[in-house]
């Protein structure tokens, strides 16, 4: 079973929705009628939340195309009315592709993990996932104001082409798996560059205040500073 924790930018309550068994992490920021999401996952919790709030605006942000970071894309776009899903032109893209989102090898994420996880593993994703492209597809940059919160898009490539980071007042960092505490950046994956990752996501990340306060794609949020940043460097 997963848990939920609520967090706090400026006034606005947050939430963060772990799935588990590869605790990649959703989150949803509400507002009056407003939803603002970054990646959107099949915890319980985070469905019973889409549920709870089908009747609201969504702004659904992925920070890139892997299975365990849009997999609760589909019930959303199913669940909810009016949403509005944005993500890079090249994560999108990729959003159908059962190969590129990692959902045609899905259980492979988990051969380490005991033999129950992987049956849990194998009967969440039995034949592949796919969804259709975001609404909304960008490049570079993207600024926006979302209930006075200063919101940034920032592509980082090197996880995948289309990786992105979501900055949020300038310190609250949604870094998907570009930045995961604990754990060198992944860049084997298809679509991951290593050169990318070192020409790109890690200059970013350098760049960041250092009072940012991570909101990492998998595992719990943590201040910048406490993170290890030789670890980040990709696996060659
Ligand atoms: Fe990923």
Known sequence: MSANYSFQIAEITGYQFPFEPIKSNMFALVCDDDVF????NISPEGLEFIHKHADKNWIAIFTHEHFDHISGLNTLRDTCARVTVVASAQS???FAHMRRNMSAHYDALFVMKDEETQALARSIVPNGYQ???ADFRFSGTLEF???GLGVKLQSTPGHTKGSICVLINETHIFTGDTLVNGFPAVTKLPGGSRKDYQEFALPFLNSLPEDALIYPGHGEIAPLREIDFART???S
């Open 131 to 133: 969804a259709a492209p």
């Open 233 to 235: 460097e990709p696996i």
């Open 92 to 94: 999108s893209a990729n």
């Open 37 to 40: 999401a970054i990646d959107t």
């Open 145 to 147: 104001d979302w209930h």
